[in-house]
């Protein structure tokens, strides 16, 4: 069920993406920057599941409105955090990342 409910988040996120790259190309704005800020995080996350690694599902995304992408939650090994921050510093228009993800051993 679970990974029914992150297809199905990841294909509205997916379906919106260019309607918030069309308005973030709009006169800068608080509204134009909170959308911009979201495609940053969109495309992010989009990564991070296209990834296909189970502990990078509990990584999440808060990026400002300078780019700055700040990475938190928790996943199982150093590689699978690499592996996150690797794919933020990626996308276009992120400036820094900020890594804060917790490295947990599997129970």
Known sequence: MNSKLAASCLVSALVLLPVAGYAADA??????TYVKDSVITTKIKAELAAEKLSSLVHVSVDTDDRGKVVLGGTVTSK???????????????????????KIVADK
């Open 27 to 32: 006169e800068r704005s608080s509204a134009t």
């Open 79 to 101: 590689a699978a955090a690499d592996k996150a921050v690797s794919i933020a510093r990626s996308v276009q228009g992120v400036t820094s990342v900020d890594n804060q993800i």
